[in-house]
């Protein structure tokens, strides 16, 4: 038995104002009748034993960890850039913002 109509199919498409074909009614019903098929079949595997997860395998985090090192002074900063304004770069204006 169909787990979605054409009917259904049909419906969904004047919800999101999708302009179907006959063709693609039939079409696009048996492909979602393919998706909830297969969706059920992941669902009869789920055991109460198994946790949910996000992830198939456990995630570790890549980043360094934080540490406090010597760093630049604002004038070491800026001692490169064409153009300082209040200790920072001064860039030219865009899209005609106002200040």
């Known amino acids: 038995m169909s787990a979605i109509t054409r009917d259904e199919v049909a ?3 004047r919800l999101s104002r999708l302009a179907i074909s006959d063709d693609e009614l039939d079409h696009y019903a048996t492909q979602l009748d393919d998706i909830i098929a297969a969706v ?8 109460e034993d198994v946790p949910p ?3 198939a395998l456990p995630l570790t985090n890549v980043f360094r960890a934080d540490e406090v090192r010597q760093s630049l002074s604002p004038e070491q900063a800026l ?8 200790d920072r770069f001064r860039v030219p204006r865009i899209l005609g913002e106002e200040a």
Do not use: N, R
Not at 40 to 47: F, G, I, N, R, S
Not at 79 to 86: F, L, M, R, T
């Open 79 to 86: 001692s490169g850039a064409p153009a300082v304004e209040d």
């Open 40 to 47: 059920a079949k992941v669902a009869e595997v789920a055991a």
């Open 11 to 13: 419906h969904l498409a």
């Open 53 to 55: 997860s996000s992830h």
